[in-house]
């Protein structure tokens, strides 16, 4: 069965530091990846989704990137923590086709507070 | 603009009674709708509709689809303290290329026994 795992689970990091959150998927190939982030009594944000290995495409202006160096790896960072990037970041991953292309699995998540 | 509208925000109940969340939206190039309850951490995934008028079940949980009206419910019967969560609600849409989903702002569950 697929598995998704993040880490770490939480974080405190001053404004102004630099950022990397981890997300591994297994018992699945080739999926579309997915990094959401959820402000406080708000729905989900999606901020990249990856269609491959190298490929990411994003969603919202930002000081954030993605990477995916491996096809089920996706990494999310930040060179310049600011204190609107505190929130919950989730990842998340779907099949390419078929009929569960649609939904969507997510991970634990990683509660970030910039301080 | 793509959206998705979740009422009520928040809810509070007594276990065993029966509760209705709605979902409405206005996107383009809408392809599903799916529900899903979170609890402390991650969004677990609950159901997915893309036919109008077909209930889907799971246990106490139902859901059906209106794409005439743009609008999902989600009912719990015979409520527990378990199902205290946030209810998510989020449609697909084709966009760019891919299948994105726009969530709603969800819906707090409290069951209070």
């Known amino acids: 069965s697929q598995t998704i795992h993040q880490w770490p689970a939480t974080l405190v990091q001053p404004v102004g530091s630099p950022l990397s959150l981890e997300c591994t998927v297994e018992g699945t190939s080739n999926p579309n990846l997915y990094w959401y982030r959820q402000a406080a009594g708000r729905g989900l944000q999606l901020l990249f989704y990856?269609?491959?290995?190298?490929?990411i495409s994003s969603e919202v202006p930002q000081n954030l990137s993605a990477s995916r160096p491996q096809d089920r790896q996706f990494i999310l960072s930040s060179k310049k923590l600011l204190l609107s990037d505190s929130g919950f970041y989730l990842c998340?991953?779907?099949?390419?086709?078929?009929?569960?292309?649609?939904?969507?699995?997510f991970g634990p998540g990683t509660r970030l507070t910039v301080t | 603009e793509d959206k998705v509208v979740q009422s009520p925000l928040s809810l509070v109940v007594h276990e065993g009674d029966t509760v209705t969340l709605n979902c409405s939206y206005e996107v383009t190039n809408f392809r599903s709708l799916l529900w899903y309850k979170q609890e402390k951490k991650a969004p677990t995934f609950l159901f997915m509709l893309?036919?109008?008028?077909i209930e889907k079940k799971s246990g106490r949980l139902s859901s059906i689809l209106d794409k005439k009206e743009l609008f999902s419910i989600l009912n719990i019967t015979a409520t527990q303290t378990g199902d205290s969560a946030i209810y998510l609600c989020a449609v697909v849409t084709f966009s760019g290329g891919y299948n994105k989903l726009i969530f709603g702002a969800g819906t707090r569950l409290a069951v209070h026994p």
């Open positions: 998340a991953w779907s099949d390419i086709g078929g009929p569960t292309a649609y939904e969507q699995y």
């Open positions: 893309t036919s109008s008028g």
């Open positions: 990856s269609v491959g290995i190298g490929q």
